[in-house]
Nanobody, 114 residues
Framework: QVQLVESGGGEVQAGGSLRLSCAAS???????MGWYRQAPGKQRELVAT???????NYADSVKGRFTISRDNAKKTMYLQMNSLKPEDTAVYYC?????????WGQGTQVTVSS
């Protein structure tokens, strides 16, 4: 089990950028990691994932704009978000999965104004 803490959220104008971080309390070397988001009144949805080997996957809505990465030595995962749109407004959560164990952070708010 690892504890996860997200940071880097905030309010930005459309077209702007933010970089989210997800800091883990322990080693993430063997974990599959991911970013999810939940907008008001909507279900939580996948944004991007990165395997322990570095393979990435993105939701169609963020492809070409968002980049997920990880630094195992720093026990941190990142989400670089560029060309932000108002529809990207949501609480963003990070997750770490290994086997049947999944861990979640508390979320960080991202608000994109038009």
């Amino acid at each position: 089990q690892v504890q996860l803490v997200e940071s880097g959220g905030g309010e930005v104008q459309a077209g702007g950028s933010l970089r989210l971080s997800c800091a883990a309390s322990g080693s993430i070397f063997s974990y599959g990691m991911g970013w999810y988001r939940q907008a008001p009144g909507k279900q939580r949805e996948l944004v991007a994932t990165i395997t322990s080997g570095g393979t990435t996957n993105y939701a169609d809505s963020v492809k070409g704009r968002f980049t997920i990465s990880r630094d195992n030595a720093k026990k941190t995962m990142y989400l670089q978000m560029n060309s932000l749109k108002p529809e990207d407004t949501a609480v963003y959560y990070c997750s770490a999965v290994i086997g049947r164990s999944s861990n979640w952070g508390q979320g960080t708010q991202v608000t994109v104004s038009s």
